[in-house]
C-alpha cells in the first residue's frame, strides 16, 4: 500500500520518487539539489539520496527510476518501477523543457501509469533544463488543462539543474504536499471545499466576527491576518483581498449577505472637488465635453453604457448636476464596487483604496434592530406590463410624462437624492423588473439580497393589473421568507387620474391587511401628484423592521415555530419547578420529625434560606467542576459544553 496517506507530527522522512523518462533531467535535478551545485557528470540512476536538513528542515529519501519508453521497458524495470512508486510519498513528474514530446508524453503514459497502479501519491510536475528551452513558452497555457485533467497534480515547476534556477524549490512542494496535503480539506473530484473544513472555517469567521453582523471588517481581517501570520495587511492588499474574492462570488457578495457598499465622506469630498475643478465655467453643470475630460485618464468613460447613461438627470445639453454626479458614483459603488475604486483611482483619488468603501451593516441585522446606518436605498420595482413603472421611475427625475407606452425588455435604473428632515439626504435608487423577467431574478437565492424596499406598481383603475400586482407581490414575499431577505414593501397604486376601481380599493385594502403592509400609495405621473412616494419609500427602508409582508404559508411557519420553542420553554420550566420542588421535598422529609407543624404550617410556599444556600453550594461545586475541568482538560470540556 503506498504510503502517501496522512502524516503525523512525529514524521521525519518523506520518500519522493523521481520518474520521467529517459534524458528529462532527473538524475542532474536530484544530484543539484543534494550538493548544492550543478555536476556535469551523474550516473544514469541515482541510489537513494539524503538531502541535507539545511536545504529543507525535513530530510528526504531520494529514488529515481529511469525506465526506457513503454516499448522498450523490460518487465524487470516496469516491476522494479511499480514497487518503487508504490512505496512513495511523493512524486516528482519530468519533462525536458527542451523537449516537447516529454512534455506530452505526461498525459499519454506517465499519469496514466499512476492511475493504473493506482498510486494515491501526489504529484509534483517539473520542466527541467529550463537554460535549454530557445522559444516563448506560456507555462499556464499547458499547464492548466493538464491540471484540470488529471487532478492528483498539486504542482507545476520549471527548474535548472545547471542555473540552480529553483532546484530547492521541487523539493519543498513536494514535502508540503506530503506534510500539509490538501485532500483533507479539499475535494479534488468536486473541487469544494470538504464538510468538516466548512464547518472549522465558519466557527473561525464567527470568532473573528466580533460584532456579529455577519462581516469581517478591516480590523477583524487584520487580527485574523494577526494571528495567523503575525504581520498586518496594508491597505492596498485588504483592497487587494475583496477584489480576489468579489471575483470568484456572485454579484455583491463579497460584502457579506445582504450587506451594501457606499462612498466614504473622504471620497464624497474628492469627487466635489474634482468635479469643480472640470466645471470650467462655474455653472454647477458638467457638459458633455467637460464629463469626457474628466475621464479623459480612464480606459473609457464609464457611464456611456447601461445601466448608468440615462440613470440621472440631465440638462437639454446632457449636462449633469452634482447632484447627479454624485447619484452616478452612488451607483456605481452599489453595483461595481471594484470599478468605482479603479476609476477613482484613474482620476486622480491617490489616498488608500480602502479609505474609498463603507461597507454597511447587514440587512438583517438593520432589521433586528429596528433602524439603519445607510445612506443609499435600492428599491425594487414590481408589476405588471403598462401599469406604470417606466413612468414612475422617470418621475424620479422629474421628466414629464409621455403618452408613448415602450414596454420595459431589461432591467433599468434610475437614481437621485431625496432629501429628508433635517437637511438629511438619502440616495435613492430604482430598479425595475420586468414583469418577464422576475422569475429569472429571484432563481438566483441571493437577488433579493440587495433589496431595501420593494414596491409593487399597478393601474388602479384596471382590476387585472391588480391581480398581477398582488400575485408578484406574494410570490417575492415567498421568496423573502424562504431566503431570509424579507424587505419592507409598498402598493403603489399608479395610474390615479383614471379613477380608481371600487373592487380594486375594496380588495387592495383586504390584502395590506392581511400581509401586514400599508395602505396603498396614490400616485398619478401625469398630473404630477406623486403624493410624496419616493420620501414614504426611503421611510420604509430606514425602518427595515415594518412592513415586511407575510404569506399565509410564512404565518404557518412562524406559528409553528412559536408553538415549538413554547414547548421546549414549557419544558424548561417543569424541569426546573420538579427540581425545585424535589429541593423543597427533601428539605420537607430531613425537617419533618423536628418541626412537622412549623413545615406543614408553611405548606411548601417559600424555601427557607437553608434550602436555597444549598442550592447556591450545589452550583459553586459545580461550577468549580467547571472551572477545574476546563483548566485540565480545555478541548474536553469544550466538546461537552
Not at 468579489?246 to 455583491?252: D, M, R, S, T
Not at 435604473?413 to 423577467?437: A, C, F, Q, S
Not at 410570490?475 to 379613477?499: C, T
Not at 412559536?562 to 419544558?571: D, F, K
Request: proline fraction near 5%; charge should be neutral; aromatic fraction near 8%.
Amino acid at each position: 500500500m503506498p504510503t502517501g496517506g496522512p502524516i503525523s507530527g512525529a514524521r521525519t522522512s518523506v520518500r519522493i520518487v523521481v520518474v520521467g523518462d529517459r534524458g528529462t533531467g532527473k538524475s542532474s535535478l536530484i544530484a543539484a539539489a543534494a550538493a548544492e551545485t550543478f555536476r556535469q557528470e551523474v550516473p544514469p540512476v541515482l541510489p537513494p539520496t539524503r538531502l541535507p536538513a539545511i536545504i529543507i528542515p525535513i530530510m528526504f529519501q531520494l529514488s529515481s527510476s529511469t525506465p526506457r519508453p513503454v516499448c522498450g521497458c523490460s518487465l524487470e524495470n516496469r516491476g522494479r518501477l511499480a514497487e518503487e512508486l508504490k512505496r512513495a510519498d511523493a512524486v516528482v513528474l519530468t519533462y525536458a523543457c527542451d523537449q516537447p514530446s516529454t512534455l506530452n508524453r505526461l498525459s499519454s503514459f506517465w499519469l496514466q501509469e499512476l492511475r493504473r497502479l493506482e498510486i494515491k501519491a501526489p504529484v509534483i510536475v517539473a520542466g527541467c533544463k529550463l537554460d535549454r528551452r530557445t522559444e516563448e513558452y506560456n507555462l499556464s497555457i499547458e499547464m492548466v488543462p493538464l491540471m484540470q485533467q488529471f487532478r492528483e497534480i498539486e504542482t507545476c515547476i520549471e527548474c535548472s539543474a545547471a542555473n540552480m534556477l529553483q532546484i530547492q524549490e521541487v523539493f519543498y512542494f513536494a514535502q508540503k504536499a506530503v506534510l500539509h496535503p490538501t485532500a483533507p480539506l479539499f475535494d479534488q473530484e468536486t473541487q469544494t471545499l470538504r464538510p468538516r473544513c466548512m464547518r472549522a472555517l465558519k466557527r473561525i469567521f464567527v470568532l473573528c466576527d466580533h460584532d456579529m453582523d455577519g462581516i469581517l471588517n478591516d480590523d477583524e481581517l487584520n487580527e485574523f491576518q494577526v494571528k495567523c501570520f503575525n504581520a498586518l495587511l496594508q491597505p492596498a492588499e485588504i483592497v487587494g483581498v475583496k477584489r480576489v474574492v468579489q471575483e470568484k462570488l456572485p454579484e455583491g457578495a463579497l460584502f457579506g449577505f445582504s450587506a451594501s457598499v457606499e462612498l466614504t465622506s473622504e471620497a464624497v469630498e474628492f469627487l466635489k472637488g474634482i468635479f469643480s475643478t472640470f466645471d470650467d465655467d462655474k455653472d454647477g453643470v458638467l457638459r458633455e465635453s467637460e464629463l469626457e475630460d474628466l475621464f479623459s485618464t480612464a480606459p473609457e468613460s464609464p457611464w456611456n453604457e447601461a445601466p448608468y447613461k440615462d440613470a440621472v438627470g440631465r440638462t437639454p445639453l446632457r449636462g449633469i448636476s452634482l447632484s447627479g454626479f454624485l447619484s452616478e458614483w452612488a451607483l456605481m459603488t452599489s453595483l461595481d464596487p471594484a470599478q468605482s475604486i479603479a476609476n477613482l483611482i484613474y482620476i486622480g483619488y491617490h489616498c488608500n483604496a480602502a479609505s474609498a468603501l463603507h461597507i454597511t451593516r447587514r440587512r438583517i441585522v438593520d432589521r433586528k434592530k429596528q433602524q439603519t446606518e445607510r445612506n443609499v436605498f435600492q428599491c425594487f420595482v414590481f408589476g405588471p406590463k403598462s401599469a406604470g413603472k417606466s413612468a414612475l421611475l422617470m418621475s424620479l427625475l422629474g421628466r414629464p410624462f409621455s403618452e408613448n407606452y415602450v414596454p420595459t425588455t431589461t432591467q433599468q435604473y434610475i437614481v437621485n437624492v431625496i432629501d429628508r428632515h433635517m437637511g438629511n439626504k438619502k440616495t435613492l435608487i430604482l430598479r425595475e423588473v420586468p414583469e418577464d423577467g422576475v422569475k429569472k431574478l429571484l432563481s438566483n437565492k441571493e437577488s433579493l439580497a440587495a433589496c431595501d424596499v420593494a414596491v409593487f406598481v399597478y393601474d388602479s383603475s384596471s382590476e387585472y393589473s391588480f391581480k398581477g400586482a398582488t400575485e408578484l407581490l406574494s410570490y417575492v414575499a415567498r421568496q423573502g421568507e424562504e431566503s431570509g431577505f424579507g424587505m419592507p414593501s409598498l402598493l403603489i397604486a399608479a395610474k390615479n387620474d383614471l379613477g380608481s376601481n371600487p373592487t380594486v380599493n375594496k380588495d387592495s385594502a383586504k390584502i395590506c391587511l392581511d400581509m401586514g403592509i400599508d395602505a396603498p400609495i396614490p400616485v398619478s405621473v401625469k398630473e404630477r401628484d406623486l403624493n410624496d412616494v419616493f420620501s414614504r419609500i426611503v421611510n420604509a427602508a430606514e425602518h427595515p423592521h415594518l412592513s415586511v409582508p407575510e404569506t399565509e404559508l410564512g404565518r404557518s411557519q412562524k406559528r409553528y415555530r412559536q408553538l415549538v420553542n413554547r414547548a421546549l420553554m414549557c419544558i424548561s420550566v417543569g424541569a426546573a419547578a420538579t427540581f425545585v420542588g424535589l429541593a423543597a421535598y427533601r428539605a420537607y422529609a430531613a425537617r419533618k420529625n423536628a418541626s412537622s407543624f412549623l413545615l406543614a404550617s408553611c405548606s411548601l410556599r417559600l424555601l427557607n434560606s437553608d434550602v436555597i444556600a444549598g442550592l447556591l453550594r450545589k452550583w459553586d461545586s459545580f461550577e468549580g467542576y467547571l472551572l477545574a475541568m476546563w483548566s485540565n482538560e480545555p478541548t474536553g470540556i469544550r466538546q461537552r459544553v
